[in-house]
T-cell receptor, first 111, second 114 residues
Framework: RKEVEQDPGPFNVPEGATVAFNCTYSNSASQSFFWYRQDCRKEPKLLMSVYSSGNEDGRFTAQLNRASQYISLLIRDSKLSDSATYLC????????????FGSGTRLLVRP | DTGVSQDPRHKITKRGQNVTFRCDPISEHNRLYWYRQTLGQGPEFLTYFQNEAQLEKSRLLSDRFSAERPKGSFSTLEIQRTEQGDSAMYLCASSSIDRREKLFFGSGTQLSVL
């Protein structure tokens, strides 16, 4: 079983739609959580951190449920430019701090 | 451009040959990571350095893989006796110690083993 599991999609939505991605992680020692974005044939880039209380960044909302070991990303008012792969990422706050990436969820926003 | 740079961008080699990749991180970053990514998968952790010290190496990494970061600046990743299963995009990333979660990735080296 992978440490970070995501629905691969693709999610195909019209412009203006609201779309949500889910992610589960298996290691309860995971303490930090993030969403990265990867455009086609490009390198991943940090989109946002995920905090226990939930957090927003413009049209993007991230939620964390530690009890269920579940992370979500909500995108409101989808834009064509949101088309990308969204990678769920976890890290353990120990001496070997490293980021573990999920396989990603692909989003296609159509006109 | 002061981002992470990787060289070469593409490498085609025959099975059994050795290959070496180079990564130049952002100059003020003391943490450097190597990841491997195949189509449809997320980046898979290989190893990481804090300054010149290699602090962790993935158990998935065979003895054919070795990485160095002399003097805590650039890093090299060598794969000996390449196999077709080594074909992948090899990504290097760096981060600062106060923002460990924000990895800056290079454009990667695409390895094809024939």
């Amino acid at each position: 079983r992978k440490e970070v599991e995501q629905d691969p999609g693709p999610f195909n939505v019209p412009e203006g739609a609201t779309v949500a991605f889910n992610c589960t992680y298996s290691n309860s020692a995971s303490q930090s959580f993030f969403w990265y974005r990867q455009d086609c044939r490009k390198e991943p880039k940090l989109l946002m951190s995920v905090y226990s209380s939930g957090n927003e960044d413009g049209r993007f909302t991230a939620q964390l449920n530690r009890a269920s070991q579940y992370i979500s990303l909500l995108i409101r008012d989808s834009k064509l430019s949101d088309s990308a792969t969204y990678l769920c990422v976890v890290a353990r706050m120990d001496s070997s701090y490293k980021l573990i990436f999920g396989s990603g969820t692909r989003l296609l926003v159509r006109p | 451009d002061t981002g992470v740079s990787q060289d070469p961008r593409h490498k085609i080699t025959k099975r059994g040959q050795n290959v070496t990749f180079r990564c130049d991180p952002i100059s003020e970053h003391n943490r450097l990571y190597w990841y491997r990514q195949t189509l449809g998968q997320g980046p898979e952790f290989l190893t990481y350095f804090q300054n010149e010290a290699q602090l962790e190496k993935s158990r998935l990494l065979s003895d054919r893989f070795s990485a160095e970061r002399p003097k805590g600046s650039f890093s090299t990743l060598e794969i000996q006796r390449t196999e077709q299963g080594d074909s992948a995009m090899y990504l290097c990333a760096s981060s600062s110690i106060d923002r460990r979660e924000k990895l800056f990735f290079g454009s990667g080296t695409q390895l094809s083993v024939l």
